[in-house]
C-alpha cells in the first residue's frame, strides 16, 4: 500500500520548536521574530516537511501571490515574447503570473479583466486593446493594475508604462518620407470600436505635418490575417510605395503578401515595423523596425506592480522612448513606370 503521508501543520512545527503556533507563523514569514528563532523554525519545518497551504496563507495574508497579465492578442509575436518574459521576472520576485488572451477584441478584454479581479489577483498588468473604456477607472478601484503601452481612460491606473507613441510614428514617417515616399500605407490592429488610439491619432497629424499621403488599414495582429489585408491594399494599381505597420507581425504578413504578388522589398516596396521583435533581423531582407526595448518594458512593469502591492509605490509613470532601427526593408521608391 503506497505511504500517504499527511501535511504537516503548523501546530506540530510549534511543538517541536515550543513555540505557540502564532509564533511559528510569524517567524515563517520572517516578522516580529529574531533571525535565530527564524532559523529555528525554518529548519523544524524542512525536517517535517511543512509547507505552507497556499489557500490558507492566502486568507490569512490577503493575497494570492498571483498577478493577472492581460493581453490584447497573443498572435502578435512581440506580445507573446512580452508575456514570457514579465511570467519570469514575476517569478524571480516569488509571483504567479495567470495569463489570459483577450484575442484582440475589446469586449473580451473587459470580461477577461472582470474574471481577473474576481479570482482575486493582486495586481494586474495589462496592454490594453481599449484604454479609453470607462471600466479601467473601475477596476483599478478595486485592483492595482499597472498598464503598458497607452494610459488609460481617467488616468486611474495605479502606474503606466507609457510608450512616446507620437515619436515613434515621428521617426517611422520621418524615415520614409527622407527616402523620398509620398504614398503610405499605415497598417493597424485598432478596431473601428477603438478609433482613438494615441499612436493611430498621432498617424494623421503628423501626415499632416509632412505632407504625406497615408490610407489607414485595419489589420489583424496574425499572420494570416495581416497577410490578407496587404494583399488587399498591394494588389491595386494605385498600391503605397510604402507600408508602416503597428506590430511587427503585420509586417510580416507584408512581406507574404509582397511576395505572392511578385513585389521586391525593398525594391518596389518598402516595409516598416514597430516593435522589433527578435525575428524581424533574421528576415530577407531584414526589417526596418520601431525598438520599444523589451527588456526595459519588462523591468519597468514588474516593478511597478509589485511595489504597488507591497504598498511601496516609487514611480507612478514611466515614459519609454523609442528608437529605429533602420535596417534594409527600407529604401528610396522606384522610379515612375518602374515594375
Known amino acids: 500500500m503506497a505511504d500517504r503521508r499527511k501535511r504537516a501543520t503548523i501546530r506540530e512545527v510549534a511543538q517541536a520548536t515550543g513555540l505557540s503556533p502564532a509564533a511559528v507563523s510569524y517567524a515563517l514569514r520572517g516578522i516580529q521574530t529574531s533571525e535565530e528563532t527564524q532559523e529555528r523554525v ?3 519545518a524542512a525536517e517535517l516537511g511543512y509547507e505552507a497551504h497556499p489557500i490558507a496563507r492566502a486568507l490569512a495574508s490577503g493575497r494570492t501571490d498571483m498577478v493577472g497579465l492581460l493581453c490584447g492578442s497573443l498572435e502578435d509575436y512581440w506580445q507573446q515574447s512580452l508575456a514570457a518574459r514579465i511570467g519570469r521576472a514575476l517569478l524571480a520576485r516569488d509571483r504567479y503570473a495567470l495569463l489570459v488572451d483577450a484575442g484582440g477584441d475589446p469586449e473580451q478584454e473587459l470580461r477577461l479583466a472582470r474574471r481577473l479581479r474576481d479570482q482575486r489577483v493582486d495586481g494586474l498588468i495589462v496592454q490594453p486593446l481599449d484604454p479609453s473604456a470607462a471600466f479601467w477607472a473601475e477596476l483599478a478601484e478595486t485592483v492595482p493594475v499597472v498598464s503598458i503601452g497607452d494610459a488609460l481612460a481617467g488616468g486611474r491606473a495605479q502606474s503606466e508604462v507609457v510608450f512616446d507613441n507620437r515619436h515613434g510614428v515621428t521617426l517611422a514617417l520621418e524615415h520614409l518620407r527622407a527616402l523620398g515616399h509620398r504614398h503610405v500605407a499605415v497598417l493597424t490592429p485598432t478596431l473601428t470600436s477603438t478609433p ?7 498617424v494623421e497629424a503628423e501626415a499632416d505635418r509632412l505632407g ?3 490610407e489607414v488599414v ?16 498591394l494588389g491595386r494599381a494605385d498600391r503605397p510605395t510604402a507600408v508602416f505597420c503597428f506590430s511587427d507581425v503585420i509586417a510580416y504578413g507584408v512581406y507574404a503578401a509582397a511576395r505572392d504578388l511578385g513585389l521586391d522589398v525593398p525594391g518596389a516596396l518598402s516595409v516598416c515595423g514597430y516593435d522589433n521583435h527578435p525575428m524581424s533581423r533574421l528576415l530577407t531582407p531584414p526589417l526596418t523596425t520601431v525598438d520599444w526595448n523589451i527588456e526595459g518594458i519588462v523591468d519597468d512593469a514588474v516593478r511597478l506592480v509589485v511595489d504597488v502591492i507591497d504598498g511601496t509605490p516609487r514611480d507612478r509613470r514611466v515614459v519609454r522612448e ?5 535596417r534594409s526593408s527600407t529604401a528610396r521608391p522606384a522610379p515612375p513606370g518602374a515594375p
Open 212 to 214: 504625406l499621403r497615408v
Open 42 to 44: 525554518r529548519a523544524a
Open 196 to 202: 482613438d488610439r494615441p499612436a493611430d491619432v498621432h
Open 218 to 233: 485595419v489589420a489583424p495582429q496574425s499572420l494570416e490575417g495581416a497577410t490578407g489585408a496587404a494583399a488587399r491594399t
Open 322 to 326: 523609442p528608437t529605429l532601427r533602420v
